[in-house]
């Protein structure tokens, strides 16, 4: 069948142009904040040599790496040399690595570029996305965390939402504040595990499962009493008033939130000291974005200084946020946010023809509405005017400038509002002013 | 060696912020002109089925084809079902035959999307490279062949370049024009390889090749009288009088030429009788822009009818030009023709942090310089302000902040302009505005 033959490739799609615009308006708005804070763009290969992916992900993250046949001679035996991009920090720390006497002591860059997973295809999951990565390389300065903060606040607010909240905790203090309640080492990871349901099972459920996962009765207690979100940055300090190195870690975060008061992120951060996030490659602050009624979150992100290194064989002090496009733009459709503007068509006016002789007249008209810095569709044919006109409703276009031989004869076009169905003859040289400055 | 396994992949590069910005900065232009003339944006998937691609470059080209093996259980077997996209044409065919329902009776798309081919790296070719087409699908009026010349043309002169010919000829005529001097059908395509060295070996070396290649003394002499560049088009009609459909291919042209001439391709577009470009899948007109100094050309183009329609078993007119987007990149570097603001950094300003104490209005300061609409970078730890400047001129930022307890103390802000060296004190509530309208 034909349709079977021509689909995209399972978990991959096709952008046609509405869908490319309003990828395009979103990613343009996070690079726009991005580098009014100074970070700058990066851009690396979507093929890596596969060594520079092997053991960096993990077991089940290396099971989804897309990889590719090595060429020639070796073809027929399986032999794989390449892979794609999983991820945009593995690339980030093989350029740091690589390019490190080309970039300044403090490499502040943004990277917007799709990774492949051969993940299983589902509702908002793809094997072909897009990540937005700001990383900051080099400093330890809290400054860091809480600029990081204020430019994703920047980005969202920029796209219009209002509702969301920044939640902070830091790996530490999360650690710290289960031994603080009595939790062994050894039942700190699956007793995270539980916590991490509070949004979803509640107070109940999560104490129901601490307990099943062989946490101590006494410890179930206080774990809940610390772990819900109101409890202050004070009360936690409390808490771990024994274990000075969580103190310092609370003393981390007290300064991120001060800082950050300084800027826009202010309304919307909040100390969480649920927030988990996957622990394995942080060492300080972690961040995750929250929206009312999502499941799941719009981005996170966080200080891990022992994985930018990784290729140098010493620690890289970074810290970085990454924002999830695709589950923003599906946030951004439901809720309608899209600027009015995405939806027309590229043209502002088609150029209609009005018979074989007018063609090249057409032509030039054309050429001066583009002069006057008008999107001009020409249309290429001399159809019939009414079939002309509805090419033009159906791609939306807002005007049709018709040029027929009495107006050529006068120096005139007839301008046709497509919205509302007016028109009126308007002078040539006044028609790519006019038309500019239509609303 | 770490040097060794941090190097992109063979024939791959990664893209620092001065190469990405200029990159951005080329791709805008051509996105900005192509929108004015109506065409909209498409993407699609890096990864193909590999059936959608095998079969469609040619024996040469299937070898280049980077394919992606088969995940899960088939992995050991080296079994293969994706590939990287080769090109831009086979998934506008597919996406033209999958989306038929969804896309306009005259679909103009333009996509800017790197491809993969497995090709031996030399220099200025890559094995990951951008290509930047544009087509226009479902009609077969010359109006097309004009606009897409127009619409390069735009590109190139908005890129800065002044000295390109476009140039063009149409597949038929070339042929007629063998056929019209008397080489038998089975020498056309030997002589056409022949006659494409022109520009390179010079009219006698074209002479020796033609007839060594078995092209009759007779026929040799009519062709090196026909094949240069100065043959006008209404000579070309006469030497292929007897011949109609050739008549009717050189009236096209005709057709071009003219409505071009009421557009800004006018002054670049020539017909050059000698242009070949790769026969294989052309079915009218063929275009080329060649600059004076570059072997090699900027982009291509022409008219193939029989392509775009293989996914739906019929024929589809089609007409497109594709831009050389490593190469524009390349000239425009060995001529300095970026503009000046590339090489800056993405900072504007550089907020400096005085002493521990005064970070917080640090932060201050720079969320109100970006809310001036500025860049701001803010230096995220108090080293010593000297440290601080030499990392500002180092990322070539123009201005320094500087909000020492002095300054705080009045209400202003050292503005320190690193190009020249001086600076002054200004009023905080005026800094903003007056770094913003610097030149």
Redesign the interface.
């Known amino acids: 069948m034909?349709?079977q033959?021509?689909?995209?490739?399972r978990g991959?799609?096709?952008?046609?142009?509405e869908e490319?615009?309003r990828?395009?308006y979103v990613i343009g708005v996070i690079a726009e904040v991005y580098?009014?804070?100074?970070?700058?763009?990066?851009?690396?290969?979507?093929?890596?040599?596969i060594?520079?992916l092997t053991g960096k992900y993990g077991e089940e993250g290396s099971?989804?790496i897309?990889?590719?046949?090595r060429?020639?001679e070796g073809?027929?035996?399986?032999?794989?040399d390449?892979a794609?991009r999983y991820d945009l920090t593995v690339p980030l720390a093989?350029?740091v690595?690589?390019?490190r006497g080309?970039?300044?002591?403090?490499f502040?860059?943004y990277q917007i570029q799709?990774v492949?997973r051969?993940d299983r295809p589902a509702r908002g999951r793809f094997?072909?996305f897009y990540q937005c990565d700001v990383d900051?390389i080099g400093?330890?300065?809290m400054?860091?965390e809480?600029?990081l903060c204020?430019a994703v606040s920047?980005v969202l607010v920029a796209l219009g939402f209002t509702d969301f909240v920044i939640k902070l905790n830091h790996r530490r203090v999360l650690t710290g504040l289960l031994q603080a309640a009595g939790v062994a080492a050894a039942l700190q990871g699956p007793a995270l595990i539980a916590i991490d349901k509070l949004d979803k099972i509640g107070r109940d459920g999560v104490g129901r499962e601490l307990a099943e996962r062989g946490v101590a009765e006494s410890a179930v207690t206080k774990l809940l009493e610390i772990f819900h979100s109101d409890l202050s940055i004070e009360r936690a300090r409390e808490s771990v008033a024994g274990l000075p190195d969580v103190v310092g870690a609370i003393e981390d975060l007290t300064q991120v939130l001060?800082?950050a008061s300084?800027?826009?992120a202010a309304p919307h951060l909040r100390f969480d000291p649920s927030l988990a996030r996957g622990l394995s490659y942080y060492t300080g602050a972690i961040m995750e974005i929250a929206v009312t009624d999502l499941a799941g979150s719009l981005g996170g992100g966080g200080r891990y200084d022992g994985l930018i290194g990784m290729?140098?064989?010493e620690e890289v002090p970074a810290c970085g946020f990454s924002l999830g496009l695709e589950r923003i733009l599906v946030v951004m459709g439901e809720r309608d946010m899209f600027p009015a503007s995405l939806r027309q068509?590229?043209?502002d006016v088609?150029m209609t023809?009005f018979d074989a002789q007018t063609?090249?007249?057409a032509?030039?008209l054309?050429?001066e509405l583009?002069r006057a810095g008008?999107?001009?569709?020409?249309?290429?044919?001399p159809d019939k005017l009414g079939k002309q006109m509805k090419?033009a409703a159906?791609?939306r276009i807002r005007f049709a400038a018709i040029l027929g031989t009495d107006e050529l004869a006068r120096g005139e076009v007839m301008v046709k509002n497509l919205a509302n169905g007016t028109q009126r003859s308007v002078p040539r040289e006044l028609v790519g002013a006019e038309l500019k400055h239509a609303d």
């Open positions: 034909a349709s033959q021509t689909r995209p490739a991959m799609r096709d952008f046609l142009p490319v615009r990828r395009e580098r009014r804070y100074g970070f700058e763009p990066l851009e690396t290969p979507a093929l890596e040599n060594e520079t099971k989804l897309f990889k590719v046949l060429r020639g073809e027929s035996s399986g032999e794989t390449l794609l093989r350029v690595a690589e390019h080309k970039l300044p002591a403090l502040k860059r799709p492949w051969a094997r072909e900051a400093s330890k300065s400054v860091v809480a600029e204020a920047d001060a800082l300084e800027t826009s290729f140098l064989g068509t590229s043209a088609l023809v063609v090249p007249e032509v030039k054309a050429a583009r008008l999107r001009v569709e020409l249309y290429p044919q090419y159906d791609k």
